[in-house]
């Protein structure tokens, strides 16, 4: 079964300090990995998904298929960066995702 | 344009009482789903709809059902609620038969006394 584990429940770093959020998973397949944000107050939303390649709000996110990773990275922390993170993988064909535990960022000023 | 829309935005409910968290979506997506969101579980999907007319399982199924009548709506009832449902429901949708980009609800917090 497919599976994805984010291993922080809560990460904290300094504004224009490097942010790493780790994202691994177990499939089998091709998966298809997504990144999704929940700002206080706000409903979940797309951050970025690995086919696009894509960055946003400075945050980029590599699959390595090798590791079995997907962790989202950006260079230089913002305070408006301050939310939960979660990591999902969609099982190709299945219509269904499965999401981590999520990650709860905290940016310090 | 709405996108997706829940309600109520929270409830709080005796236990063993019938209660349905509604979810409405015109963005003409197929695929729709109901996840629950605790701390410390993150998000866990309950049931799902792939198209109209059609419904699944998730990893926490037990103890509710959903009915997917039409394209637009996807209602999550709760039989005979129980303290273990409080937690906070989400719907999304997402096109291309769930192959795509997950669209999310605001959110209902529900909580059974």
């Known amino acids: 079964a497919q599976r994805v584990t984010q291993p922080e429940k809560l990460l904290s770093v300094f504004k224009g300090a490097p942010v790493e959020l780790k994202c691994n998973y177990s499939?089998?397949?091709?998966?298809?990995l997504f990144w999704y944000v929940q700002y206080s107050r706000q409903r979940l939303q797309l951050l970025l998904r690995?086919?696009s390649r894509e960055s946003i709000k400075g945050f980029t996110a590599d699959l390595n298929k090798g590791e079995t990773s997907f962790h989202l990275k950006k260079p230089f922390a913002q305070e408006e960066d301050s939310a939960m993170y979660y990591c999902?993988?969609?099982?190709?064909?299945?219509?269904?995702?499965?999401f981590g535990d999520g990650t709860t960022l905290t940016v310090k000023p | 344009i709405a996108g997706i829309t829940q309600a109520p935005t929270s409830q709080i409910l005796a236990a063993g009482r019938r209660m349905t968290l509604r979810c409405t979506q015109d963005m003409r997506h197929n695929a729709m789903y109901w996840y629950r969101q605790d701390l410390g579980l993150g998000l866990r999907l309950i049931h799902y709809s792939n198209t109209a007319g059609t419904t699944g399982k998730g990893e926490v199924p037990d103890g509710y059902s959903v009915s997917r009548a039409n394209t637009d709506d996807f209602p999550l009832t709760l039989a005979s609620a129980v303290p273990s449902q409080t937690s906070v429901y989400f719907c999304?949708?997402?096109?291309?038969?769930?192959?795509?980009?997950?669209?999310f609800g605001p959110g209902t917090r529900l909580t059974v006394l």
């Open positions: 690995h086919i």
């Open positions: 499939y089998s397949g091709s998966p298809e």
């Open positions: 999902a993988l969609l099982k190709s064909g299945a219509g269904k995702s499965t």
């Open positions: 999304a949708s997402s096109d291309a038969g769930g192959q795509d980009t997950q669209y």
